[in-house]
Nanobody
Framework: VQLQASGGGLVQAGGSLRLSCVAA????????IGWFRQAPGKEREFVAT????????YGSDSVKGRFTISRHNTKNTVYLQMSSLKPEDTAVYYC??????????????????WGPGTQVTVSS
């Protein structure tokens, strides 16, 4: 599967953005999909993930209550709705696929098919 993240941009603190992860090739429904982010000078960190069937979602403590992950398999797309954005959410956001039973552990080592990221910048 080949994934492409989009929807990033510049937003003020407290604002919202919706990121999309589209499968340019392959069927996204075959994979658990995770969102990760990397800020300048920092390691890539887990944001949220969703199971193939949408029955299970997980999010990091830093985004719980603010970010929502969802998927629309017929559109071959996974979304990350981000609300109440903070300056510390500024990062490049990536989506990736997993077929591992350990996909919910939040480790990027269980993910593959990383596409180009999308920049999210939150101004204070």
């Amino acid at each position: 599967v080949q994934l492409q993240a989009s929807g990033g941009g510049l937003v003020q603190a407290g604002g919202s953005l919706r990121l999309s992860c589209v499968a340019a090739s392959g069927r996204i429904s075959n994979y658990h999909i995770g969102w990760f982010r990397q800020a300048p000078g920092k390691e890539r960190e887990f944001v949220a993930t969703i199971s193939r069937s949408s029955s299970t979602t997980y999010g990091s403590d830093s985004v719980k209550g603010r970010f929502t992950i969802s998927r629309h398999n017929t559109k071959n797309t996974v979304y990350l709705q981000m609300s109440s954005l903070k300056p510390e959410d500024t990062a490049v956001y990536y989506c990736a696929a997993s077929t591992s039973v350990a996909y919910s552990r939040g480790s990027d080592s269980f993910y593959h098919s990383w596409g180009p990221g999308t920049q999210v910048t939150v101004s204070s």
